[in-house]
Each structure stands twice: as structure tokens, then as C-alpha cells.
């Protein structure tokens, strides 16, 4: 007997073959298949007589093929397969290209039903590469059809006959995680008509019911699941903190806080004082100094006789953060440490010691910091660094080193509030948006290749006076699947060392570079030895470089807003004017709008919006990361309302009902979707 978690092979009509296609989309189960959803829908129930059909126009024309298609050859790696087909009221000429097959599918004296656009008028019109099936089959053709995202070797056709066998497998099998209360009080349909319409919708208002319906379902599962997560930290009681006088902290720094970063530093204080386990995002943008909040709270901690741990996602990272931090914590009387995987061996032992007794009480590192051999005397506080590039896996390894230590995580990634409190739902939101006095603004220019000398002679100008520059390329290594026109790191590196500037330094980083190769690049290029770094988003976020003043952008268009806007933030870091060029041959308007907004604002804040209202929410650096749940049919730019209302539900429920003794579905269904935090959820 089959269930949801049924290995999709077994699926009758799937078999092995189709099951392992299915996999390359991570689609390996019943579940996962009928969870598959559709991206997009084309209404292919308009049908035609040819004699009808105008030019431009998108429709179904049913015909037969009126002799036997042909097959040519017109050059390497170019087939054409051309036939005529006919009605009671016109002829249709067919053409396809590279899909020699058809030749063999379509047989003379049989009707088809063809989907595609026409070319064409009077007696002259044609289709090329149409959508092509048996007339009456209905599968392709002749009804709203599903758009799902593919990859090599699937075809819609099978992800349509498959979804349709999953869905005839499932029917008996599908239960309602929604309580009837919820669903009624909300006017939402029964999930096997969501489902059912979602894929194969018979028109634009079964469609419109069944994602009404399955969104809601998506989001009140994921606001009841956040919700007991903060209900259980609520639960945790820890030894509060004293209030801790602040005034010789201020005092030490050499420069004023800015008001939302004291009001950050607050929210922080009065979390450490609460007596329950803090679990705090900061956020801000590229510069807006959260550092300090978390060199803050350390220091709160430190005077309530608790360790620190700060964890950062590189070496060279970690280490800034010791030459910043380190010695301003030291004038204050609190013993740091820098803890790397490069830490030699004698070192380590010593600072491995020191821990375990407690005489260093802020320890600053790398994953060395969650090795099985590190113990702490008493860990109270952990700061993550750069929060989406740790898993929540990671970030658990270092909080299991103490008893329920309070956690502050940093992200100089600006994201709409709205969209924080899911990408980060177990989480408390200090925002600091507005950035230190002497930061300085970065022009920004979206140009075309067409300025690619002038760039060139401006990026050496700045370097002859004694600057240095970033450029940034969307890939490593060159690859067939893609255009030409994407810059490859290396490749892109050697052109511009041998043809551009065959008189500068220039080095070249990428992700799949060793950690100490990286490591040993990004020190070269900080300290001024390089004078040009090719580089892919690794820099994104990185080390400081108050020298470097230009940052070109390769094939801008491949980045979203979000992160075009974090890169920017590597150059302007010093009391150099400093530059940003986006370069882009791409003609579509909405990508020179997009372009468009870099130029207009550096407010991070203000860009995130932009991003998220001009291409979704998509998923802004993968959710996985943080344990929670990818959303499959919830689109934040359009669906805030259902979101609020899916909210309210959830809290109206959990206030009846804590436990959810009465709705078991619904309690599985939230510890299946937060699998990897399935102990916090029980």
C-alpha cells in the first residue's frame, strides 16, 4: 500500500528510468511529485480554423497532416522536419527544428492538435516548433496548461503524465491538514480540489480557489511551526543578566554610535536581562557598524562572568574581527582569543586550555570554534557572523558548547521586514538603518560593453593614484550550457593580465578555491599587493578594503538587487571617492529598470523592496540554510495579505489549542515541514 512518502518508481506508469529523471529535480517521493507546483500557466484552450488565424497570435489549431513530413539536413547541428497540415478551411505549413523525431510521430491522413504562434498571413502562414498531440488527448493541449520548471533531460510532457499518475495515486491518500474550523472560517476548498486545480486548472477561477487554498495552507503551517519555536525558547528559563554599565564601553571607542545602533545595543541589553535565552537578528546594511552591537553584548556578558564565542564564515574574516574587536575589549579588561583552523598547534592547545578555565573570556574564530576537542568553562553568549552563510546545523554546534547560551546573529543582507520574520522566523529583528557620519556614497553607473575602454582607462587612472579595484564575474569556468558572453574568473583574469593591464597585480578568487588559497588571495589583495582582484560573489561579503575605490561588474543583469547591493559595499570602506559600474548588454527593459534602481539609491532597505517587487522572493539565499522550510507556492510580492490572515489563524489556534491535541494532522504535517528542527517542534 502506497503512501505520501512512497518512492516515486513505485508510482504505476513512473518505473525506474522516469524515477531517476525525476530525482535531477528533487523529486524522490509521492509527496515531493504532487508538491511539485507550476510556475506558470498557458491558456491553450483557444482554438482556431486556419482560415482564422492572424499574425503574432498564440493558439491551438486542429489539422491533419496532409503528406509525409521531410526531414533535411541544412548544416551540422541544424534539422529541419517540415509538413503541411490541413483543415476544412486552410492550409498550415509546420516547421521544427532539431526535433527529428517528429518526423517519425506524425503520419499523413492523422489529426493533431498544434500549439504555437503564427507567422505569417493570407495563404502564407506557418508554426514553428509547436506543441504537438493527438487530436482529443487533452494532456498538452486544449486547457489551461501547467509551466513547471525543468532541467536536462525532463520535458513538460513528463512532468504532466507523471504529476497526473502521482495525483491518481494519492486520491485516497490525501489528508487535510487544515482543521475543517480554519478552513470554513477562512472560505478555502478541500485539498484534493487544491491540488487536483492547481495542476490541471479547468479555468482561471478553479485555479485562482486551489493556490488561494494551498498557500494559506503553506503559510499556516510555517506560522504555527515559528510560533512554537519562540514559544519554546520562551519556555527556557537562563540566569538573567545584571544590568551592565555601559558608560566605559562608549568611552573606549573612538567614535560616536549612531542612534539605532544604541537602539540595537538596547534591545540586546534588555534580552540578556530578561532571563530567557536571547535569540536576536541584527540587520543592517553593508557599513552600518553591527559590529558594535555584538562587541556590546560581549562585553555585557563578560561583566556577568560569561564567555563569548563569535563565529565568523572565513579566516580572514574572523581575523578582522580580532584586530577590531580584540584590542577594544582587552582595554576593558576582557582576555580575548583568535581561534582559526590555522592556529598552530601549540597555540591551540594554550587558547583550548584557557577556555576550558575560563580565563579567555571572548573567543573569535572559524568553524575551529564547534571542533569536537573545544570545550567552554561557561559559554553565555554566541554571535554568528554573516548569518546566511552557516547552517542551522552550525549554528546549533556552537550553542550545544553551553547551557541555552543567549545567540545574536549579524546579516549585512537587507531584506524587507516582512520577509525577515519568515527567513529568519525564530528570531527577534534589531534593524540598523541608517549608517555611521564619514561613510562614504558610492556613485553607480549602468552602462553597456560599449564603454568597456573607457572603464578600462578609468579603473588604471585610479590605480596609477594609488587605488585598487574589484571586478566581479557571474562564474568560474567556462560552460557550453551558457552563452559566451558570461565572464569566466580565470579565463577573464589571464585576458585582462595579458592584453589590459599587463603592468598591474592581478589576482583572482573563486568559490571552489581551498579556504587557505582564498584566504592567501583576499590577504594579497587587503594588503595592497595586488592592484586588481577578478573575483566571483565570494567577496560579497569579506574583509575590509578602505583602498579599494572601483568595482566593476561583469553581466550585472545575473545578480539580484540584493546582492549587486552587497557587493557595492566593498569599495567605499575608505576616505576614497569611490565607484561602482554595472555592466550589462542586456536589452530588456525590466533589467534596465532594475539596473536602474542601483543607480537611483544606496539604502539597502529601499533596494531589497525594489528586489522583492520586481522579481519575488524567490529564495533570497536559500532558506534551507536556516532549517525552515522553502516555500513552494507562497509568493511574498503578492501574497502579504493571505500571509497576515494565515498568521492570525495561526496564533487564534495555538491560543486554543497549545498543543494541538485536537488537530494531529495538522501538529505532523508542521514536524514534517521543520524537519531538521523537529526536536524544537515536539
Same mark, same amino acid.
Not at 66 to 79: C, F, I, Q, Y
Not at 581 to 595: A, F, G, K, M, V
Given at each position: ?47 482556431? /480554423? ?157 485555479? /485562482? ?108 574574516? /574572523? ?137 578600462? /582607462? ?225
Amino acid at each position: 500500500m502506497a503512501d505520501l512518502t512512497t518512492d516515486v518508481r513505485y508510482i504505476k506508469g513512473i518505473g525506474e528510468q522516469r524515477a531517476k529523471a525525476l530525482g535531477k529535480l528533487h523529486i524522490a517521493t509521492l509527496r515531493d511529485l504532487i508538491s511539485y507546483f507550476p510556475r506558470a500557466y498557458e491558456d491553450r484552450s483557444v482554438r482556431k /480554423a486556419i482560415r482564422d488565424l492572424t499574425d503574432g497570435e498564440t493558439v491551438c489549431v486542429e489539422a491533419m497532416v496532409a503528406a509525409p513530413p521531410t526531414l533535411s539536413r541544412v548544416r551540422k547541428g541544424l534539422e529541419l522536419v517540415k509538413l503541411r497540415v490541413v483543415d476544412s478551411t486552410g492550409t498550415l505549413d509546420i516547421t521544427f527544428f532539431n526535433q527529428a523525431y517528429q518526423r517519425d510521430n506524425l503520419h499523413t491522413g492523422e489529426t493533431y492538435t498544434f500549439y504555437g504562434k503564427i507567422e505569417g498571413t493570407g495563404r502564407r502562414k506557418q508554426m514553428v516548433n509547436p506543441i504537438v498531440e493527438r487530436e482529443g488527448a487533452h494532456v498538452l493541449t486544449g486547457r489551461i496548461a501547467p509551466i513547471y520548471p525543468l532541467t536536462a533531460g525532463i520535458t513538460q510532457s513528463l512532468l504532466v503524465k507523471s504529476i497526473q499518475q502521482g495525483l491518481a495515486a494519492c486520491r485516497d491518500l490525501l489528508e487535510d491538514p487544515l482543521p475543517d474550523e480554519v478552513r470554513r472560517d477562512h472560505n478555502l476548498c478541500h485539498i484534493h480540489y487544491a491540488y487536483d486545480h492547481v495542476h490541471f486548472p479547468e479555468s482561471q477561477e478553479t485555479l /485562482a480557489i486551489a493556490r488561494r487554498r494551498l498557500v494559506f495552507e503553506e503559510l499556516f503551517l510555517l506560522a504555527i511551526g515559528l510560533k512554537k519555536l519562540r514559544n519554546r525558547r520562551a519556555a527556557v528559563a537562563v540566569p538573567p543578566c545584571t544590568q551592565t554599565d555601559l558608560s566605559p564601553f562608549y568611552a573606549a571607542l573612538p567614535f560616536s554610535l549612531t542612534l539605532a545602533q544604541r537602539r540595537a545595543i538596547g534591545e540586546t541589553l534588555s534580552d540578556l536581562t530578561s532571563g530567557r535565552p536571547m535569540n536576536r537578528l541584527v540587520q543592517g546594511d553593508v557599513g552600518s557598524g553591527k559590529t558594535m552591537v555584538a562587541a556590546a553584548a560581549l562585553y555585557c556578558a563578560a561583566q556577568n562572568g560569561l564567555q563569548g564565542a563569535l563565529m565568523a564564515p572565513t579566516e580572514i574574516l /574572523a581575523e578582522q574581527h580580532y584586530r577590531g574587536l580584540g584590542p577594544l575589549l582587552e582595554g576593558l579588561g576582557v582576555r580575548c582569543a583568535l581561534l582559526t583552523g590555522s592556529t598552530p598547534a601549540r597555540q591551540r592547545r594554550s587558547i583550548l586550555e584557557q577556555l576550558a578555565t575560563g580565563e579567555i573570556q571572548v573567543v573569535i574564530g572559524t568553524h575551529a570554534l564547534i571542533s569536537g576537542d573545544v570545550t567552554y568553562c561557561r559559554l553565555g553568549l554566541v554571535v554568528t557572523d554573516e548569518q546566511h552563510r552557516f547552517g542551522v546545523g552550525q549554528r546549533s554546534a556552537l550553542s550545544a558548547k553551553g547551557e541555552n547560551p543567549h545567540l545574536l546573529v549579524m546579516s549585512a543582507t537587507p531584506i524587507p521586514r516582512t520577509l525577515a520574520l519568515i527567513i529568519y522566523g525564530d528570531l527577534d529583528v534589531s534593524v540598523i538603518d541608517e549608517l555611521p557620519p564619514g561613510r562614504q556614497k558610492v556613485d553607480t553607473f549602468a552602462v553597456d560593453s560599449s564603454y568597456r575602454q573607457r572603464i578600462y /582607462a578609468f579603473i588604471r587612472k585610479l590605480i596609477q593614484e594609488g587605488r585598487q579595484a574589484y571586478v566581479i564575474c557571474p562564474m568560474v569556468e567556462g560552460n557550453d550550457a551558457f552563452p559566451d558572453d558570461r565572464k569566466a574568473v580565470t579565463a577573464y583574469a589571464k585576458a585582462l593580465q595579458e592584453q589590459v593591464f599587463p603592468d598591474l597585480k592581478i589576482g583572482y578568487v573563486h568559490g571552489k578555491m581551498k579556504p587557505k588559497e582564498k584566504d592567501a588571495v583576499m590577504a594579497a589583495f587587503s594588503g595592497g599587493e595586488t592592484d586588481i582582484l577578478v573575483s566571483t560573489t565570494v567577496v560579497e561579503v569579506g574583509v575590509d578594503v578602505p583602498n579599494a575605490a572601483v568595482m566593476l561588474i561583469e553581466n550585472a543583469e545575473r545578480f539580484g538587487l540584493s546582492q549587486l547591493h552587497q557587493l557595492r559595499g566593498r569599495v567605499g570602506r575608505g576616505q576614497h571617492k569611490s565607484y561602482c559600474i554595472l555592466l550589462s548588454d542586456n536589452q530588456n527593459p525590466e533589467t534596465r529598470e532594475r539596473l536602474k534602481v542601483m543607480t537611483r539609491t544606496s539604502d539597502g532597505f529601499r533596494i531589497a523592496e525594489e528586489d522583492l517587487r520586481l522579481r519575488g522572493p524567490g529564495d533570497f539565499f536559500g532558506q534551507r540554510q536556516h532549517g525552515l522550510p522553502a516555500m513552494k507556492i507562497a509568493d511574498l510580492s503578492c501574497d502579504m495579505a493571505l500571509l497576515q490572515e494565515a498568521q492570525q489563524a495561526a496564533a487564534d489556534l495555538l491560543a486554543r489549542d497549545p498543543q494541538l491535541t485536537a488537530c494531529p494532522l495538522t501538529a505532523r504535517r508542521v514536524r514534517e515541514l521543520f524537519d531538521e528542527n523537529r526536536d524544537a517542534l515536539n
